[in-house]
């Protein structure tokens, strides 16, 4: 099936690298027309590499103006908005609760998950316009087990879970769908800057034996984007490997 999302208009956050970067491609090679944002000026590449379909935006997902912004420039320039992910995250410094500096904490909940909660503010308004709309964000399936040493990041995937169900609950009658991908171990960015040993437990502890990829992540990004998943909202669905099957 070629074009399943033909005539959509979608934002990608965390697009510069990663599970985002594959989205955003892959969206564009679906038909969407796609804002690639990122705050790292990577999102520049991905637009390049994702055609002309694809446009880049600079986005500090923490920060209103900026989320505004983008989503200005989607209007703007496509003239509506059907589809957001909600991607962008950092891992955030590894310690153990006692020692993870309150810096470290307040900027890892602020992208991770203010982040998601502005991009669902800003975005609803506008699909609301046009009768609905798809919404997927990204947590993790630390939102479902613990992970040593990483107590701002469990926190804020945490919640992205719980305001993922809340959210579509709220808005399910106006026809916008929420749904949550919790990625497991994939090949990113932010599992290369992973101590090795972190990194290689995480593994050995998924049952299909390997990393995942980030367009694993994005094959179930399209799903949930298109018309094929009209009758899916509130899920919280892993895509980590089997790891959480235990």
């Given at each position: 099936m070629s074009e399943r999302l033909a005539g959509k208009v979608a934002v990608v956050t965390g697009a510069g690298s990663g599970m985002?970067?594959?989205?955003a491609q892959?969206?564009?090679?679906?038909?969407?027309?796609?804002?690639?944002?990122?705050?790292?000026?990577?999102?520049?590449?991905?637009?390049?590499?994702?055609?002309?379909?694809?446009?880049?935006?600079?986005?500090?997902?923490?920060?209103?103006?900026?989320?505004?912004?983008?989503?200005?420039?989607?209007?703007?320039?496509?003239?509506?908005?059907?589809v957001l992910c909600n991607n962008a995250g950092i891992q955030g410094g590894l310690a153990k609760t006692a020692d993870c500096s309150e810096e470290d904490f307040d900027r890892t909940i602020a992208v991770n998950l203010k982040g998601v909660f502005l991009g669902m503010k800003y975005a609803i308004p506008l699909m609301l316009r046009t009768g609905g709309g798809s919404?997927?964000?990204?947590?993790?399936?630390?939102?479902?087990?613990?992970?040593?040493?990483?107590?701002?990041?469990?926190?804020?995937?945490?919640?992205?879970?719980?305001?993922?169900?809340?959210?579509?609950?709220?808005?399910?009658?106006?026809?916008?769908?929420?749904?949550?991908?919790?990625?497991?171990?994939?090949?990113?960015?932010?599992?290369?800057?992973?101590?090795?040993d972190y990194l290689a437990g995480a593994i050995a502890g998924t049952?299909?034996?390997?990393i995942g990829t980030g367009d694993e992540i994005a094959n179930l990004a399209l799903f949930l984007a298109s018309d094929e998943s009209s009758f899916i909202t509130g899920t919280l669905t892993p895509i980590d490997g089997g790891y959480t099957l235990f």
């Open positions: 985002g970067r594959a989205m892959l969206f564009a090679a679906q038909g969407a027309r796609v804002v690639a944002a990122d705050v790292s000026g990577a999102e520049v590449e991905t637009a390049a590499l994702a055609g002309a379909n694809c446009i880049s935006c600079r986005c500090d997902v923490s920060q209103s103006a900026d989320v505004r912004a983008m989503f200005d420039l989607a209007v703007e320039r496509f003239g509506r908005l059907d919404i997927i964000n990204t947590s993790s399936m630390a939102a479902l087990v613990a992970f040593p040493e990483m107590p701002a990041y469990c926190a804020a995937k945490g919640g992205v879970s719980m305001i993922t169900k809340l959210t579509a609950a709220e808005y399910a009658a106006e026809g916008i769908r929420v749904n949550a991908i919790l990625p497991g171990a994939i090949k990113t960015g932010m599992t290369d800057a992973l101590p090795a049952p299909l034996g390997r």
